[in-house]
């Protein structure tokens, strides 16, 4: 089990695009400190010969042919879009 | 070396997670739905169109077709993916293996080049992202694309020159268009390739540090994206600099790369099973029914023309490329028995009349049995060359049967009235004793000097058949 | 007839049947009350009252032409405000989605028009449905109305508030690990969590997709079989949900008796208990036994893993979830941004809460490079482990009872510890790790007066047995009829 010190919020908070406060960093990284702790005793179990469980159930083969159904209209996909400009939603200029 | 990753649209009616029309050119954003807009609540369902065109891509590469697959998603933001994450993936693809077959250019045009393997690291199954069209100050962003089923199919890092990546490129897209897989056009994105290319100095057994190159979104770029790399490369080492791991953006209308990001900011794509999904099961009969479905690849087909037709390679390398040409072909060569010279008229005039008129073979006039019909014309005299080409615009024009043309226009051969004709040979004959001494001595083409002048005492319009056995007929009685 | 807003369904639809109220009347009783009380416990995000009042009138014509769609029909029903009804706001009680309204309808919605309901109100919720108090809600926390200083419970605190308050006739809420149940518990009121599968998740906003399911809260158990049955079946939209030939569970009812084997997870009543819930559910469990039910004890030993193995995968598929909301196609854009990432990492700062950044951040950390093995593979794993350990019981007895919840409701902002919170879940999370079916039913009053509810937990897509045995239960005792003085 990999050790909670490890835990860099900074690093952590940059993947999932949060932008947190000071304050916010020093609680949750005590407050998940807890919990990754309390998580620690998960390396106990022998989990060596156990399958793991995506599903609660595991059914395979859920498709649908490939008949195209009617979509939203421009005006349905756009209508919640907090900017937009010739039925495209303006986002600031991508570098990449 | 040279690794190729190779995106390439599923020709599908819907999309491959989600049930609204796929398309492209459309206005924007009016081929989307809660799905493809990543909106609160939307989920996936499987397309079985999109799994089956996997399948049979796996099939016909050779490929091992995995008994289980399932889904994964690839974490992380950018505005062209609407759920920010995609669906992909990761530990379990739907193909491993396999090999795509190249031909490399050979010594002269006429002249078949080496022949060889690229191995394939693995084909999976994902979801195309949205399009971003860059203005001065902002981006747009257009979803009609997102959702569109899209292979990645991997090849190991084996190639050696933007040469075989060519010839991989070239051989893989045939592949995906003769399997009903793809229309590969990459004009419209329908194809995509980015390259992993790393050097190794002469006498170096590791690799050197992989340089991703995105953006080579044209067959051409694609050949000249990797020679600039190399040369890059190459120029880096010779003063005295380090590869850096990162990824490169070609430009092809500058002929420039530069760096998107250095390894240090390779992304991690948090992949996990994706919940949404369950996993895919596919077993034997469901493979033995796509394989019934796989047709005969263009280099296997190029084999089988050069032994069966004994046709030359410049014929067999142009028809094989595509797969109605060459089924065109087959039908045309069956008919009429001669498979060279049916061969010559769909390589030399119906290929031009086809280019210059812009029509696609489908909606050409000239089918097979026309065409068969044209060839015997000619085979047995009763057409001649200059006169069947006549007569060949004339029926890629109207659809007429050549032989209601050649009636009709007066371009069939002159008929047979022997006596004048045995008349001409034996005055030909007569004329040149030197041609007749060389024949008797076992020098066969000497013929060819009596066949001049009796052509032109018919003015041109004799049947040469039938020159051609009244000449030897005369000549054994001499 | 007297008391309208307290009636279950099968008396509101008997009387709508025999004319003797009509749906628009019926309708216009939970408005009144919505007003009257909803600025106390503020249960509801939003309401429309010209809407509902257009769909129970549409009700009424098609009674009077002899066209009614069955319990249903005419009957208030209100839903969480994280299942989307074209037209209707979609909050998730996040202000990332504060000005969000649905294109579309969840499947669910659709079988609720379907059976004629009348669709009432954007119920309150913990943010995301992230939490066990409806505290996490950017609308302010929702209030129990059996105590006006306490949570309802959640995170379908609002749901549960909102019947118990008499503003509505039936609710749906989602329970991911235990967000029905829970608020069922501390509401006094029949909250069942369907067997993963069995409801269709389109239209959901999803928290956690592999725990998440949509379930009903009722007065009694026959008006949660009624539900039920309007929202149970396969959706081709939903590629978890289950190929199950659906029952007729209302019908079922009568005709399962028992007696049943009833097994007493051990692991569910240790230390932390309280003590008063802990007798509740001991007479329950004599109650049974005096009704020729075989009792016995069962062990679910990895039961001290649940609640590591939830956080892990509930965060972890959260985190991925939840990456959608950035503020570029819909819901919460930071006016001041530098570049494309500043406007992801303040739209989404701004428009998320506390708690539900929390949960992100460890979602993210528990999947990413280095530790996705350590984690949240190893919690798939104990998952599996956890799953067996109920599948095994099942192979000596029926259904299990427990107590839903360890503690009866707590008060507004007394627990301010993730942790603590968390631990409230612990009778309940097991159950979606598992996929089985469970519903908690009024069992008791605290000396205080809190309600106190017990849990069943029944065997996969076996609701027509969870439900009978919950209705022995509920007609030998009068927990259900009594109502909060608002």
Redesign the interface.
């Known amino acids: 089990?990999?050790q909670p010190t490890e835990?860099n919020?900074d690093?952590?908070?940059?993947?999932?695009?949060?932008?947190?406060t000071p304050t916010?960093k020093a609680q949750?990284a005590q407050?998940?400190g807890?919990?990754?702790h309390?998580?620690e005793?998960?390396?106990k179990?022998d989990?060596s010969s156990?399958?793991?469980?995506?599903?609660?159930?595991?059914?395979?083969?859920?498709?649908?042919?490939?008949?195209?159904?009617?979509?939203?209209?421009?005006d349905?996909?756009?209508?919640?879009?907090?900017?937009q400009?010739?039925?495209?939603?303006?986002?600031?200029?991508?570098?990449? | 070396m040279i690794g190729l990753e190779v995106h390439v649209q599923i020709k599908?009616?819907?999309k491959v997670f989600t049930?609204?029309?796929t398309g492209y050119g459309e206005?924007?954003?009016?081929?989307?739905?809660?799905v493809?807009?990543g909106l609160p609540g939307a989920l996936p369902?499987?397309?079985?169109?999109?799994?089956d065109a996997s399948i049979k891509a796996g099939l016909l590469l050779g490929c091992e077709i995995a008994p289980?697959c399932?889904w994964d998603r690839k974490n992380y933001?950018y505005?062209d993916s609407p759920k920010n994450y995609q669906i992909s993936q990761y530990d379990q693809p739907i193909c491993l293996g396999g090999s795509v077959e190249i031909e490399l250019p050979g010594a002269a045009r006429n002249l078949m080049g080496e022949h060889r393997q690229v191995a394939l690291t693995r084909i999976h199954l994902e979801e195309d992202v949205g399009k971003?069209?860059?203005?001065?100050?902002?981006?747009?962003?257009?979803?009609n694309r997102a959702g569109t089923p899209l292979m990645e199919i991997v090849s190991e890092p084996v190639m050696h020159s933007a040469e075989e990546a060519f010839a991989y490129l070239t051989s893989l897209r045939a592949t995906m268009i003769y399997g009903g897989i793809s229309d590969c056009d990459m004009e419209k994105g329908q194809l995509r390739c980015d390259a992993n290319i790393s050097i190794r100095p002469v006498g170096q057994t590791t690799l050197g540090t992989k340089v991703e190159l995105k953006n080579l979104n044209s067959i051409s770029y694609v050949s000249a994206g990797i020679a600039h790399e190399i040369k890059r490369q190459i120029g880096v080492l010779e003063r005295g600099g380090t590869i850096v791991q990162e990824t490169r953006?070609f430009d092809g209308t500058t002929g420039t790369s530069q760096s998107?990001?250095s390894k240090e900011m390779a992304h991690?794509y948090?992949y996990f099973?994706d919940?949404d999904?369950?996993?895919?099961?596919i077993d034997a009969s469901w493979q033995d029914r796509l394989r019934a479905d796989c047709p005969e690849l263009p280099f296997p087909k190029q084999r089988r023309f050069l032994e069966r037709y004994q046709i030359p390679f410049t014929l067999a390398s142009v028809l094989i490329w595509d797969r109605g040409l060459a089924d065109y072909f087959e039908e045309t060569a069956r008919l009429c028995g001669k498979p060279q010279m049916a061969g010559n008229w769909i390589v030399n005039d119906l290929l031009r009349e086809l280019g210059a008129s812009g029509q696609t073979l489908a909606q050409s006039k000239v089918r097979p049995s026309h065409l068969a019909a044209l060839v015997q014309l000619v085979d047995s005299g009763a057409v001649l060359t200059n006169a069947a080409k006549e007569i060949f615009i004339a029926m890629f024009a109207s659809g007429e049967t050549p032989g209601a043309i050649a009636e009709r226009s007066g371009l069939k051969a002159a008929p047979a009235d022997t006596g004048e004709l045995e008349q001409w040979c034996r005055d030909a004959i007569t004329a040149s004793p030197k041609a007749l001494a060389e024949f008797k001595a076992g020098k066969d083409s000497a013929i060819n000097a009596f066949k001049g002048p009796v052509m032109k005492a018919a003015k041109g319009k004799a049947n040469p058949k039938l020159v051609d056995e009244t000449l030897r007929r005369l000549l054994a009685q001499m | 007839m007297a008391d309208l807003i307290y009636q279950p369904i099968t008396q509101l639809a008997a009387a709508l049947d025999a004319k003797q109220i009509s749906a628009v009347e019926l309708t216009q009783a939970v408005i009144a009350r919505t007003k009257a009380v909803n600025g106390r416990l503020n249960a509801f995000n939003s309401f429309d009252e010209a809407d509902a009042l257009a769909q129970a009138g549409a009700s009424d014509a098609r009674r009077a032409a002899g066209q009614g769609r069955g319990a249903l029909d005419g009957i208030p029903v209100g839903l969480k405000d994280v299942i989307a009804v074209q037209g209707q706001p979609l909050t998730a009680s996040s202000r990332m989605l504060a000005?969000?309204?649905s294109?579309?309808d969840a499947t669910v919605t659709q079988q609720l028009k379907r059976a004629g309901a009348v669709l009432w109100g954007r119920l309150n919720c913990d943010e995301f449905a992230m939490g066990s108090s409806t505290e996490n809600s950017a609308f302010g926390p929702a209030v129990n109305p059996w105590d006006l200083t306490r949570v309802p419970g959640g995170s379908s605190g609002g749901s549960a508030a909102a019947l118990a308050a008499g503003t509505t006739v039936a609710t749906l809420g989602s329970d991911t690990g235990g967000s029905i149940r829970q608020p069922a518990a501390f509401c006094g009121l029949v909250g069942l969590k369907p067997t993963?599968?069995l409801v269709s998740r389109f239209g959901l906003v999803a928290f956690a997709s592999?725990?998440d399911q949509i379930g009903p809260f009722a007065r009694t158990v026959e008006d949660a079989a009624i539900v039920l049955g309007a929202i149970a079946g396969h959706d081709?939209r939903d590629?978890?949900s289950?190929r199950a030939t659906i029952p007729n569970y209302r019908a079922e009812l009568g005709g399962r008796r028992g007696p049943w084997k009833l097994g007493i997870p051990k692991e569910y009543f240790a230390a932390g208990l309280d003590p008063e819930i802990g007798a509740a559910v001991e007479r329950a469990i004599a109650f049974y036994r005096s009704q020729g039910c075989e009792v016995k004890p069962v062990s679910l030993p990895?039961t001290?893993?649940c609640?590591?193995?939830y956080?892990?995968i509930a965060t972890a598929e959260a985190?991925s979830n939840l990456?959608r909301y950035?503020?570029?196609?819909?819901?919460?854009?930071a006016a001041q941004?530098s570049?494309?990432?500043?406007?992801?990492?303040?739209s989404?700062?701004e428009g998320?809460g506390?708690e539900v950044?929390?949960r992100?951040?460890?979602g993210?950390?528990v999947l990413?490079s280095?530790?996705y093995d350590?984690?949240y593979?190893?919690?798939?794993?104990?998952?599996?482990?956890i799953?067996e350990d109920f599948l095994r019981a099942y192979q000596e007895v029926d259904a299990l009872l427990t107590p839903t919840s360890p503690i009866p409701a707590f008060k507004i902002g007394e627990k301010s510890?993730?942790?603590a919170m968390?631990l409230c879940d612990i009778y309940t999370i097991g159950v979606n790790?598992?996929?089985l079916p469970a519903l908690s039913v009024p069992c008791g009053f605290t000396s205080g007066g809190l309600p106190i509810g017990m849990q069943l937990i029944g065997q996969?897509f076996n609701e027509s047995g969870l439900l009978a045995i919950a209705q022995a239960y509920e007609r030998a005792h009068d927990w259900h009829t009594r109502h909060p003085s608002l």
């Open positions: 089990m990999s835990f919020i690093h952590v908070a940059q993947l999932a695009r949060l932008a947190l916010e949750f407050q998940l807890d919990v990754l309390h998580i005793q998960l390396g179990v989990v156990v399958e793991p469980a995506a599903h609660a159930f595991a059914v395979y083969n859920v498709w649908a042919d490939d008949i195209p159904q009617p979509g939203l209209t421009v349905a996909a756009l209508q919640n879009a907090p900017a400009r010739d039925h495209m939603i303006v986002v600031p200029k991508v570098v990449e | 599908t009616c819907s049930r609204v029309a206005p924007p954003n009016t081929l989307t739905d809660p493809v807009l369902v499987m397309n079985k169109a999109a799994l289980v399932k933001f505005p971003l069209n860059h203005g001065a100050t902002d981006s747009l962003i257009d979803f953006d998107l990001r991690d948090r099973p919940p999904l369950m996993p895919v099961k | 000005k969000f309204v294109p579309y993963y599968g592999s725990l081709e590629s978890t289950y990895h001290q893993y609640l590591d193995t956080y892990i985190s990456a950035d503020g570029i196609r819909y819901g919460h854009r941004a570049d494309l990432v500043d406007l992801y990492a303040r989404r700062a998320f506390a950044k929390r992100i951040i460890l993210t950390y990413s280095g530790y350590a984690y593979l190893r919690a798939q794993k104990v998952r599996t482990l799953r510890d993730p942790l968390y790790l598992a996929g996969p």
